[in-house]
């Protein structure tokens, strides 16, 4: 049970006190604040893997919880800013060395899956027209 309430505890670290910042950030029009959070969201993007995977495999592993629960705290303290230390340290310097593979992939994907929604919107198209044709077909045989 105390697990359980650590890890919601630690959700609303990690969600709802940020959530709330970020609004804050925007409704000041405080470019700096929002700039800093919108940081946080995409640390926090980049962990919600790791930290579901974490959460089946370490939950067992005594002090898994308070140990989340610490580092969630210190992502978003104001004293520590725990989620910029990791932005400019390890998210930057990847995503510079990155980006162009990434912007390439992105577009490719995006390429692709307009053109396999267009083919499977032709395919239901397809298949709507066989199935009014039969509806049909059995409505005026059935007159």
């Given at each position: 049970m105390l697990n359980y309430l650590q890890h919601i505890i630690s959700l609303g670290a990690l969600y709802l006190y940020p959530s709330y910042r970020s609004y804050k950030a925007l409704d000041s029009k405080n470019?700096?604040?929002a700039q800093e959070w919108l940081c946080y969201w995409i640390l926090i993007g980049i962990l919600t893997i790791p930290l579901l995977i974490s959460n089946s495999i370490l939950n067992w592993f005594p002090f898994y919880y308070e140990l989340k629960l610490l580092f969630s705290l210190w992502l978003i303290f104001p004293k520590?800013?725990?989620?910029l230390t990791l932005f400019y340290n390890y998210v930057v310097p990847y995503m510079d060395k990155f980006n162009v593979k990434v912007d390439i992939y992105s577009r490719d994907i995006s390429v692709k899956s307009k053109k396999y929604a267009e083919l499977a919107w032709q395919k239901g198209i397809e298949i709507?027209?066989?199935k009014f044709a039969e509806v049909l077909t059995k409505v005026i045989l059935f007159i």
């Open positions: 470019f700096t604040d520590t800013k725990g989620h709507a027209q066989v």
